[in-house]
């Protein structure tokens, strides 16, 4: 049997063998995995991978499980009598384990923090003028206010490549029905409408948090937003 669950911070696939997952224990699986869908959201990629045989003989279950992270692949495994009480014993140390990859991770060099995906900073190429994109925003002028962001497309670009790793169905139309560029017009388009309640964050990081819903938009309706975009550019 094979079980997948397409979640955007961690991908979980399950296998078992000789053995039918029930609905109750895949309920109780799923909720033993919130600290660790919490551990990895720092990270473009995170796939787990949950292979559980039954054995007759001893009368009991092995699991192992494997945690893909962006250079790093993190391994364990249990055996118990019950399935699910091996497989939250599983997660438990890949809990423990993400944790000491990431404090490793704090004190290596910054670029490998960004080799590892856990660095996605979004910086301008110069300073933008705060009071123009306010103005620009105040009076719904959206080409002065994309122009003067502009200083952030560089690194926009090499941020959302990241993030897009996350959507495979995303890396799959690009190139063909999207490009980078929509995505990055999306994200003007969200801060134009945002700008005036921007939570009073380093404008870099602020719009590095609406590439998700930007994303998230263009899927819930890819037609339309394509339209809006490519009808201001």
């Keep these: ?21 029930s609905p109750e224990i895949k309920e109780r699986m799923e909720s033993d995995l919130e600290a660790l869908r919490k551990l990895v959201r720092a990270f473009p990629v995170a796939e787990l991978h949950v292979d559980i045989s039954r054995h007759v003989r001893r009368k009991d279950f092995h699991l192992r499980t494997s945690l893909r992270l962006p250079q790093k692949t993190l391994f364990t495994g249990e055996r118990d009598i019950w399935p699910d009480r091996a497989y939250e014993q599983c ?33 301008p190429s110069r300073e933008p003028d705060l009071v123009k994109l306010a103005d620009a925003a105040r009076e719904g002028d959206y080409f ?43 994200v003007y388009l969200q801060a134009f409408e ?7 964050d380093r ?14 938009a263009l899927f ?12 201001v550019k």
């Design 144 to 186: 002065a206010f994309r122009e003067e962001l502009r200083v952030y497309q560089e690194s926009l670009d090499e941020r959302i490549g990241r993030w897009i790793q996350r959507y495979p169905e995303a890396q799959a139309m690009l190139g063909r029905e999207l490009v980078l560029s929509d995505i990055v017009e999306e």
């Design 1 to 21: 049997m094979r079980y997948t669950d397409e979640d955007h911070d961690l991908r979980v696939q399950i296998q078992s063998h000789h053995y039918e997952l």
């Design 203 to 216: 404008l870099g990081n602020w719009l590095g948090s609406l590439i998700d819903p930007s994303l998230k």
């Design 91 to 123: 997660i438990r140390k890949l809990v423990n384990k993400v944790k000491a990859y990431k404090e490793a991770l704090g004190r290596k060099p910054a670029q490998e923090r960004v080799a590892a995906g856990l660095v996605h900073e979004v910086y």
């Design 220 to 231: 819930a309706d890819p037609d339309g937003e394509l339209d809006n975009i490519r009808f």
């Design 194 to 200: 945002r700008f005036l309640d921007r939570p009073s």
